[in-house]
């Protein structure tokens, strides 16, 4: 009976027409070969996109907003337009046109707008002590912050002759001229550049340390807390960006960790510092860029596009000014 049977299966399966055969081996190797590649792909981090845009609704925007108690802004008089100061570097210096972060925002709110930040460099400084051959650091936040305080905003318009680039007089010009009486909101938006220059991170041991990327923004925060009180302060997080391993490889700064943590431990500074001092946090970081859409949103690494600056100033307007 069990020969009867085995023949049986034998004629059936010698029925069954060879291309059948073929088209099932070739369903299998193509599902092991993607199967293999995702995984690949999600060890090696690569950067290939899919090239989609938009808000991924699951994402969990982390923004916090504070708003300024009362008694900050007694014996300060409204003058009934709201005026906005913004301090950073490429994330509003690399596009300064109708399509930038900063005129975007001002075009929405109908706010006057003054876009004072300096190209290439850090919330950080590099050196503690100034360096003649690292200017950059003169145009850091900490010392830019300096400045404003000290009142001595003619050291920055006199450093811009050690660049080419004339943004860096055109904005320290500005930023001299500015009636701070008059300033309602200041947005302090830097990309990743501290992380993709190996700031770091924190020192446990002082928190306003300037070297650190922690250290030097809790303290310029507070600094121009204690003497402009009645000034909102919102911190602006970085996009997600893609940086340059040890072999030159391009790498997601999700992932990679140069030695002062990953990206999102610069994220997290951020967070942590607007908190303790009461200032607004706006994520760009969650549900801005990720590597599905950045193709889409990215000119580079780093800088984003119109679109993405659209999408960046639409959030901050809404979450800030409660306005679609």
């Known amino acids: 009976m069990s020969k009867k049977r085995n023949a049986e299966k034998?004629?059936?399966?010698?029925?069954?027409?060879?291309?059948?055969?073929?088209?099932?081996?070739?369903?299998?190797?193509?599902?092991?070969?993607?199967?293999?590649?995702?995984?690949?792909?999600?060890?090696?981090?690569?950067?290939?996109?899919?090239?989609q845009t938009g808000v991924d609704a699951e994402v969990e925007v982390l923004d916090q907003i504070f708003v300024l108690p009362e008694e900050k802004k007694a014996g300060h008089e409204d003058d009934g337009t709201e005026t906005i100061l913004f301090l950073g570097n490429d994330a509003i210096t690399y596009d300064q046109g109708e399509t930038g972060v900063v005129e975007q925002i001002g075009s929405k709110l109908g706010a006057t707008v003054y876009n004072?930040?300096?190209?290439?460099?850090?919330?950080?400084?590099k050196y503690a002590e100034r360096q003649d051959n690292y200017p950059a650091d003169i145009y850091s936040f900490k010392n830019v912050i300096d400045c404003i305080v000290d009142g001595n905003l003619d050291m920055l318009v006199?450093?811009?002759s050690n660049y080419t680039d004339y943004t860096y007089e055109d904005h320290a010009r500005k930023l001299r001229d500015v009636d701070f009486d008059k300033v309602d909101t200041l947005v302090i938006f830097y990309d990743a550049s501290d992380y993709l220059k190996l700031r770091v991170g924190m020192n446990p041991d002082n928190d306003q340390d300037p070297i650190t990327y922690s250290g030097a923004l809790n303290y310029g925060i507070k600094r121009f807390q204690e003497k402009y009180p009645h000034i909102r302060i919102v911190c602006m997080s970085f996009t997600m960006c893609y940086a340059y391993d040890s072999t030159g490889a391009l790498v997601s700064g999700d992932r990679y960790d140069f030695g002062n943590g990953k990206l999102t431990t610069y994220l997290q500074f951020m967070i942590d510092n607007s908190g303790a001092t009461g200032v607004s946090f706006i994520d760009n970081y969650y549900g801005t860029v990720h590597e599905d859409n950045s193709s889409g949103w990215l000119l580079d690494n780093i800088h984003?596009?119109?679109?993405?600056?659209?999408?960046?100033?639409?959030h901050f307007v809404s979450a800030i000014y409660n306005r679609d």
């Open 10 to 51: 034998e004629s059936f399966l010698s029925e069954i027409p060879v291309w059948v055969h073929i088209s099932v081996l070739a369903v299998i190797v193509v599902v092991i070969v993607f199967s293999l590649y995702k995984l690949i792909k999600w060890n090696s981090g690569t950067v290939e996109t899919e090239g």
């Open 116 to 125: 004072c930040g300096f190209p290439d460099t850090t919330v950080a400084l």
């Open 158 to 160: 006199d450093s811009a």
């Open 304 to 314: 984003t596009n119109a679109a993405c600056n659209e999408h960046i100033a639409s």
